[in-house]
């Protein structure tokens, strides 16, 4: 049956999502949710005195909110996939445009002393989440500065505006980057063929060379296999220095804003602003979880160092320097887990082929959660490429989502890998559910006429993380759409997703998720043994760099005026112990900063406690147990933030 459903919507909608509007349309329609975000708040505005109750204070502006989230999609999810770079501009001036409104209509003292009003009133609200949610809004209006002074609140007004606008604008350059080097086969000894393959080739002055991009297929591979050093520190200069010249004004515009923000609100600092609403709570917690963690991790990393300069010693001798560079970090990584651990890279991926890794991991989520997907031919979607699927709940059969994989890069799309939900799951004014939908988006190398599309192991932990992502979204039960699926506090948003990636390390797992590409094998024992040796190889160096992103996060949303470079470069020879090339500046291309993270990048290394203990109790149970798996569906997807 749910095959003949799939088979009767192919070439159709399997939701609500729209992505084939031009740019007229798309400007046109954001006219309209403008209109209705207007619409829906003069309507708040009217409501008198004697009338004002939940269902005409609150719950016109979360109908709106679920009623408008597609459309919304619609409009601004263009930006990030589309192959039209007019649909993205559009796109992207429709995100602007509708933010800056919405912006507007949030500084109403209209609206806000309605709801001031109501919560004065102090009617009783049986229900939890109506509680909640009022709480929550009027948090809101606080931090928005409703509560001061008219001079006051259009600063603030305007100080929202343009971080906003600005930091739709970094994204923007990021996703357009088009970063490149031009390499001779010689200069990129010991790069695998199968990647030098995948690399486009020119002509210069009657030489070939290879169009080494900077997006991750093709840079990370290079530097990291790459024998000769000057090669290495070629790229690795290009690749830190993406987008210095756009974003890096714009990022130190930003950070002086947010903090001349803080300070009208209140707040010393916009670390001490974010980290208010955090589960940290405060910006001394944060330093707290470093400066215990650190140390730890210091004794390690040294002992490792001094490895990897072993290494390189024997490797260059006269022209050891001394020390492990930002572009010989990857590289000495990787001879430590084939000298030390027999582990070789190019082995492994030859039993990861993107096909079987998808498939394979599409059927452990099944099971591991109770539920079912099926595939839908020819669905409607805003690429060739992309893939969609139906969810449905295997006890019931009862369809309760909706899912697309992006998963190759291409000009102007989305430079990383990320889950994108376009439709949530909620309750919508009529009373009716309405189904989730999410993106998965990614960048994995593209597969060839005569090669298929091989990952890495840690690209294999990449796809498991994001799926799991996926699944947050598609299980979400909750009533408010400002609270479905990823919608949690952003310092616990990638605990389900990081206790995930365990299970690419149970040997069971990996079986089902490997196929050897020609042999069609899966991975045998022995390599899972060293591949489970190695897992901690290097482990101190490579978390101080997680630690690093966080500490830098912190340091500058803790000052106005910053040398975004400058701080950056310091800090991570300081905490990495490997230095970064001068006149680059990866902060210019570090999208978490201005993509929702900033002051919180500390939370993927902070949620990284509250997943190993969920993952304690698959443990206990068996990583395959469908009823833990569904415990953890109920408990920890369903509610999602509420």
């Not at 829906?40 to 204070?57: G, H, L, M, P, W």
């Not at 650190?294 to 006269?318: F, I, S, V």
Request: with cysteine; net charge negative; hydrophobic share 35%.
């Amino acid at each position: 049956n749910k095959t003949i459903m799939a088979a009767r919507i192919a070439g159709k909608n399997i939701d609500k999502l729209r992505f084939d509007l031009s740019a007229a349309e798309i400007k046109a329609q954001t006219d309209e949710l403008i209109g209705q975000l207007k619409a829906t708040y003069d309507q708040i505005a009217n409501v008198k005195e004697a009338d004002r109750t939940f269902k005409t204070v609150v719950q016109p502006l979360v109908d709106f909110e679920s009623g408008t989230a597609v459309l919304n999609s619609n409009l601004t999810f263009p930006q990030h996939v589309s192959t039209d770079k007019e649909i993205r501009d559009a796109s992207t001036e429709a995100a602007t445009r509708y933010s800056e409104a919405a912006i507007e209509q949030q500084m109403r003292v209209d609206v806000y002393q309605v709801f001031k009003y109501y919560q004065d009133k102090n009617e009783k609200i049986e229900d939890e989440q109506e509680r909640r949610l009022l709480d929550r809004i009027m948090r809101e209006y606080r931090r928005s500065g409703l509560h001061l002074s008219e001079e006051a609140r259009n600063q603030v007004q305007e100080m929202f505006k343009q971080i906003s606008a600005k930091s739709i604008a970094f994204a923007k350059n990021t996703n357009e980057d088009v970063s490149r080097v031009l390499l001779t086969e010689e200069q990129l000894e010991g790069v695998p063929a199968n990647v030098l393959k995948g690399f486009k080739q020119q002509d210069e002055n009657g030489e070939t060379k290879y169009i080494v991009t900077m997006k991750y297929p093709d840079a990370l591979p290079a530097i990291r296999f790459a024998k000769k050093a000057e090669t290495r520190k070629i790229i690795d200069k290009c690749f830190s220095s993406r987008c210095k010249d756009e974003n890096t004004p714009i990022l130190e515009e930003v950070v002086g804003i947010r903090h001349r923000l803080a300070t009208t609100l209140g707040y010393k600092t916009h670390a001490d602003y974010v980290l208010e609403i955090r589960m940290a709570k405060t910006s001394e917690t944060v330093q707290d979880f470093y400066k215990h963690l650190r140390p730890k991790l210091n004794a390690l990393a040294q002992t490792e160092l001094q490895a990897m300069l072993r290494l390189k010693k024997d490797e260059t001798g006269a022209q050891f320097d001394g020390k492990i560079n930002g572009w010989d970090f990857s590289y000495y990584d990787r001879l430590i887990n084939e000298k030390q651990y027999s582990v070789d890279e190019q082995q492994i991926k030859e039993y990861f082929p993107l096909e079987k890794v998808v498939s394979g991991t599409l059927e452990v989520y099944q099971d591991l959660l109770s539920l079912s997907f099926v595939e839908v031919k020819g669905a409607h979607t805003w690429y060739s490429e992309v893939t969609a699927y139906q969810v449905f709940d295997k006890q019931s059969s009862q369809l309760i989502g909706h899912f697309y994989m992006d998963l190759f890069p291409r000009d102007g799309k989305f430079g990383h890998a990320a889950a994108f939900p376009l439709q949530p799951g909620c309750i919508l004014a009529d009373g009716s559910r309405q189904l989730p939908s999410s993106a998965m988006v990614c960048n994995f190398v593209k597969p060839l006429p005569d090669a298929p599309s091989l990952l890495k192991h840690d690209e294999v932990k990449t796809f498991f993380h994001e799926f799991g992502h996926i699944m947050h979204d598609i299980c979400a039960l909750a009533r408010y759409s400002r609270w479905a699926g990823t919608c949690t506090e952003v310092d616990f948003v990638e605990c389900p997703s990081q206790m995930l990636e365990n299970w690419c390390w149970d040997k069971t797992v990996l079986r089902r998720i490997s196929s050897h590409y020609k042999s069609g094998e899966p991975l045998p024992d022995d390599i899972v043994d060293k591949m489970i040796a190695a897992k901690n190889a290097n482990s101190g160096l490579l978390n101080l760099r997680q630690v690093f992103y966080g500490v830098y996060d912190q340091t500058i949303h803790t000052q106005e005026h910053v040398d975004s470079a400058g701080i950056y470069n310091k800090l991570k020879e300081e905490i990495t112990l490997s230095g970064a090339q001068e006149g680059t500046n990866s902060a210019a291309s570090f999208g978490h900063l201005l993509g929702g993270y900033d002051a919180s990048y500390y939370g993927y290394l902070y949620s990284k406690v509250f997943s190993a203990d969920l993952f304690d109790q698959f443990e206990k149970s068996g990583i395959m147990n469908p009823a833990m798996g569904m415990r953890y569906r109920n408990f920890i997807l369903s509610p999602g933030g509420s």
